[in-house]
């Protein structure tokens, strides 16, 4: 404003001007190096464009410099809230290119895994959506929850934060002796503090009022923008790669007992003790995104239950994995697995007699889920911005690869 | 799969020359798409109700380039840029693989990059997955409503999935290697 004149500040105060709002690249609800950029209109934003690739680290072109054994540490950096997800994905596309049988402790290890970070990823999602939206205690008890399953992967691979167990061929090494006892024992103690994140969160009436009806994402919507995950299950779509997807990955949860989550207008998996949906609340909105996380959690607990007592009976070993040097025969396979975001998908083509694949693709479920942002935040208040990202659970480094 | 014999017999029929070729026996079977054909059968594949991919998972561009001379001159296939699209039917629990072949650059001349029709208006996720490939493999979506870099600056020189990329010293100050 360079007009010093009083009268005509007032005169200004009354009208709103459009003006363009920079929100990140490290504002703390953009989760990471995210930049929106905003056409405000008073508090109402007309649009909102998100500019990505400040992480960007070239995962893919060193896909293409390395062997599949070499390339699993630069999976866990893609998604680095659920780095074992990443790997499983990787390990599965090269599995398919050299077609790869695994005996069955690797299959319920692997399940194990996989789903124990899923818990951990979706933990990290509530509780720092609850810190989007202004409340601090759900964050910090998710993070104290979170650290006892870092305990449990730490433990099998030595690493809290990049974790890489899951590796084309099977696993690095076989489970520690004492290690599904600690783990039966996280999810005794576990599962009966759910309940607290919904009175906190889910049933909370401010945490309501601010998700319930925001953000909406028709069915249509969602599948025009490719989203998957938790994302399009919250707008009413029946589909779960762990079910529906590629026969190598279905495989691997054939003969579990689980239930995809998928949220209809008031209506719930048939064992689900859980909260009603709000009457505010409609498909496809915050909340309903929300929900999928929290209840997703408990099919994960169910599923590794169901791993742990599979993987006592099972026999075989803890797989061999591939020899750095392999030499991957001439073909291309894509694969795509549920990962705790959505769909993640994996993309190897090899030329035949080289160890090194031509191209190594990462098709990641946060890059399909953001590019939706634009549309979601059409005519929303600056402050329900926080509210529509932190529903889409983003993880940057699986964008910007 | 959905991709098999019955519906390459089908796509033939109806696009003729415009399906340039098959694979039913790769891992992922593909379908082989002429440039110029490219929108039409896209659109097909959605609408069609007993196909219904309704959802682009990727684009990508798979590079057949070799720098070494000794390599290439063994290599079985003439340089070219595969323009890779996987499909999905979310209502069909079915996918797919449709391949372009393109030249690496548009007549021969260096630093051109290749044009192919976007598919933008079929499938609204492919605008993102345009841009990223034409940020990073360099092939021009000619129809795509806002065709800009999107990983790399706007200002970056080359398209850095192509093999024989060469990494810039220098990029505003900043030593690159």
């Known amino acids: ?401 | 799969m959905v991709i098999d014999e019955s519906l390459l017999q089908k796509l033939r029929e109806r696009f003729g020359d415009k399906i340039a070729g098959a694979s039913l026996e790769s891992i992922d079977p593909w379908i082989e798409v002429a440039p110029e054909g490219l929108v039409e059968v896209c659109r097909y594949l959605k609408d069609e109700p007993s196909i219904a991919f309704d959802c682009l998972n990727s684009i990508c561009v798979v590079d057949y380039c070799e720098t070494d001379p000794k390599k290439a001159a063994k290599a079985p296939w003439q340089p070219h840029l595969e323009v890779v699209y996987h499909l999905t039917s979310v209502q069909r629990k079915t996918s797919g693989v449709l391949k372009v072949m393109l030249p690496r650059w548009k007549d021969g001349v260096e630093g051109e990059i290749p044009e192919l029709a976007s598919v933008s208006s079929v499938w609204i996720a492919a605008d993102w997955h345009e841009r990223e490939v034409y940020d990073l493999s360099g092939v021009y979506f000619v129809g795509h409503p806002n065709l800009r870099r999107i990983l790399c600056p706007e200002d970056w020189v080359g398209h850095p999935l192509r093999k024989d990329y060469v990494m810039p010293l220098e990029y505003h100050g900043i030593r690159g290697r």
């Open chain 1, 1 to 401: 404003m360079s007009n010093s004149n009083p009268t005509e500040i007032v005169e200004l105060d009354v009208r709103t001007d459009e003006m363009l709002v920079n929100m990140g690249p490290q504002h703390p609800s953009t989760h990471g190096v995210l930049r929106l950029v905003l056409r405000t209109d008073g508090e109402v934003v007309s649009e909102a464009v998100p500019h990505i690739g400040y992480l960007h680290r070239c995962a893919e072109k060193i896909g293409e410099n390395l062997t599949p054994r070499q390339f699993i540490p630069y999976t866990d950096r893609m998604d680095y809230l659920a780095g074992m997800n990443m790997n499983l994905g990787w390990a599965l596309a090269v599995e398919k290119l050299l077609n790869y049988d695994l005996p069955d402790k690797v299959r319920h290890t692997r399940v194990m895994i996989s789903e124990l970070n899923r818990i951990a990823s979706h933990l990290v999602g509530m509780g720092t959506y609850g810190l989007d939206l202004g409340t601090f205690s759900p964050f910090l008890y998710a993070f104290r929850e979170r650290e006892k399953i870092l305990d449990l992967l730490e433990w099998v691979c030595g690493a809290r934060l990049t974790y890489s167990y899951i590796t084309p061929g099977g696993v690095t090494a076989d489970l520690p002796s004492d290690w599904i006892g600690k783990c039966r024992a996280f999810l005794d103690q576990f599962e009966p503090q759910i309940p607290d994140y919904h009175t906190l969160l889910t049933t909370n009436a401010i945490f309501i009022k601010r998700t319930a009806g925001i953000g909406l994402m028709p069915a249509e919507m969602a599948i025009a923008y490719g989203c998957s995950g938790p994302v399009i299950r919250g707008s009413g779509i029946d589909h779960d790669l762990r079910r529906d997807g590629d026969p190598r990955y279905r495989a691997m949860y054939e003969g579990y007992d689980f239930e995809v989550i998928v949220q209809k207008n008031g209506s719930y998996p048939k064992d689900q003790v859980y909260p009603a949906v709000p009457d505010e609340a409609i498909l496809g909105d915050c909340w309903h995104r929300f929900y999928v996380r929290m209840l997703e959690v408990i099919q994960a607990i169910k599923l590794i239950r169901q791993a742990m007592d599979f993987y006592e009976k099972a026999s075989g070993d803890w797989g061999t994995p591939i020899k750095l040097n392999t030499k991957l025969p001439a073909g291309e396979a894509y694969l795509e697995t549920e990962a705790p975001r959505g769909q993640m998908g994996f993309y190897v083509v090899a030329d035949g007699g080289d160890p090194i694949p031509r191209r190594a693709r990462a098709r990641s479920s946060c890059f399909s889920n953001l590019s939706v942002v634009e549309e979601l935040c059409r005519n929303c208040l600056i402050a329900d911005i926080p509210a529509i990202v932190g529903s889409l659970d983003i993880v940057m480094g699986e964008i910007d690869r």
